[in-house]
């Protein structure tokens, strides 16, 4: 195996596998290195807005995605206690398709990581990044091949880092770990089977110490995740003396909220409970930074709003489109595109972008996850939903769920990659999807 490519991408979440596939497509040579085995279950609502389509079609998924996916999502239904307000979720911008979907993450992650294979990238897996060292324009990774407990030293002048957020990179330029609090949020994920959830409706629950969710997913199974204070975990954990943490949080869940005992009475869970945490919403991107970051590596919005996803598609396709656009139709090399330069001018353009993106899904995240957890501001928040339901309507709007980042992008990476490239991989790589 080479060890010396054009970028390397730590991560092959969402974020990664976009990136690394994007690259690979006008002709760069991209390692992608992920720590755990595919196909893997994640804590994660797994609902992806309708915003993300023209993104899946380019990358030649769209269509396996919509055979795979559970229904199309219509109505958002607000459950606080044993109160229920209904809102029609607002359309997305994709002709035909203007509704999201709920995937499971094992099906969509190994779905991308393989699309990123058949673009040309090298895939390390099960490889976790133990070491990173170098600037811009000179990186060196040290890498562990988990399965066959083998070495790896690869080299590149760009570096993305799509590592997620819950642990942070093996590096000194990792950033510091927040102090614990009694605010923290850890979060939590089931599957179940047989749950009396209506087709087409995404509940979110605003609990007393906490949010989450409801949906249908793919194969009929339904869907639950939350995220819990560490205060309320505590005592959901003290209340049931014995059980294991996620038993405690399902035991919880059914006595604060009418609705989800109603969806999980006939219900069968599969599997155990996942969690993670604690949570760290918030921008982790600096224009300054050395390396690249996406998705959740550079910001994280709170669950509530069902946008982490999109960040990371969307954010993995803009720094695509940023290199793509100021490499022109150069290969990275170390005194050209890619030198370190090069780099600072491209990461001060891809950060201001991502700012005016997601910021704004960030502030509306927060403000709307800190009002669901607190029992006198969600009892306002229900009041008005009930009598103005069109605000849950325009709160997912706002969220982000109907702009299709494309759109607005000078240099598409979908163009990128009908440019011809000298080291571009083989038409059958990539099939544009019509929708
Ligand atoms: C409770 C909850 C509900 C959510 N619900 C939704 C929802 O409904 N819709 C939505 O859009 N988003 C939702 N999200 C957010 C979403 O899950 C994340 O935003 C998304 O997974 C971020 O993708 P990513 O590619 O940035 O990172 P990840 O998906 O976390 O991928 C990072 C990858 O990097 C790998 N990695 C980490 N460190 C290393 C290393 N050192 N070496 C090699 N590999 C490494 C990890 O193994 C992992 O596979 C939810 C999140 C939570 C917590």
């Not at 040579?29 to 994640?42: D, G, I, S, T």
């Not at 992008?409 to 059958?428: D, K, M, N, T």
Request: hydrophobic fraction near 45%; charged fraction near 20%.
């Amino acid at each position: 195996m080479r060890d010396d490519f054009d970028a390397m991408v730590i991560g092959a979440g969402p974020a990664g596998s976009v990136a690394a596939m994007v690259l690979a497509r006008a002709g760069w040579q991209v390692a992608l290195l992920e720590k755990r085995q595919f196909p893997r279950r994640k804590v994660c609502g797994e609902c992806l807005a309708a915003s993300n389509w023209s993104i899946l079609d380019a990358l030649g998924v769209g269509q396996t995605y919509h055979a795979a996916a559970g229904p199309e999502l219509k109505t958002l239904a607000l459950l606080r206690a044993d109160s229920r307000v209904l809102a029609d979720l607002p359309r997305g911008p994709a002709e035909g398709r203007p509704w999201g979907r709920a995937l499971g993450r094992e099906t969509l992650d190994t779905l991308l990581r393989d699309q990123a294979r058949a673009a040309g990238v090298t895939l390390l897996q099960p490889c976790a990044v133990q070491r990173v060292d170098g600037r811009m324009g000179d990186w060196r990774i040290q890498a562990r091949a988990l399965d066959a407990r083998q070495q790896h030293i690869l080299r590149a002048p760009v570096l993305i880092a799509a590592n997620g957020s819950w642990e942070a990179l093996p590096s000194g330029l990792a950033h510091p770990l927040p102090r614990r609090r009694a605010s923290d949020l850890f979060a939590f994920k089931a599957n179940f089977r047989g749950a009396a959830l209506r087709e087409g409706e995404l509940s979110v629950l605003a609990l007393d110490g906490g949010y989450g969710g409801m949906v249908l997913a793919d194969d009929g199974l339904a869907t639950v995740a939350c995220c819990l204070r560490r205060d309320r975990l505590e005592a959901c954990r003290q209340a049931q003396p014995g059980l294991r943490a996620g038993d405690a949080v399902q035991a919880w869940l059914l006595q604060a909220c009418r609705g989800v005992r109603g969806a999980l009475a006939p219900a069968r869970r599969q599997g155990p409970w996942l969690a993670a945490g604690p949570l760290d919403p918030g921008i982790r991107l600096r224009a300054d930074d050395p390396m690249f970051r996406i998705g959740n590596a550079a910001g994280e919005a709170h669950p509530i709003v069902g946008e982490g996803m999109s960040m990371a598609l969307q954010s993995a396709w803009l720094l695509g489109a940023s290199l793509l656009e100021g490499a022109g139709q150069a290969l990275p090399s170390r005194e050209g595109p890619a030198s370190a330069a090069w780099q600072r001018e491209v990461a001060v353009r891809y950060a201001a972008a991502w700012k005016r993106q997601f910021a704004p899904r960030l502030r509306l995240a927060a403000i709307f996850a800190q009002a669901s957890m607190r029992p006198s501001t969600s009892a306002l928040l229900l009041g008005l939903a009930r009598a103005w339901p069109g605000l849950l309507t325009q709160g997912a709007r706002w969220s982000g769920k109907t702009r299709d980042i494309t759109q607005g992008l000078s240099a598409s990476p979908g163009a990128g990659a009908a440019r011809a490239r000298p080291r571009q991989p083989g038409p059958s790589a990539f099939t544009k999807e019509q929708p």
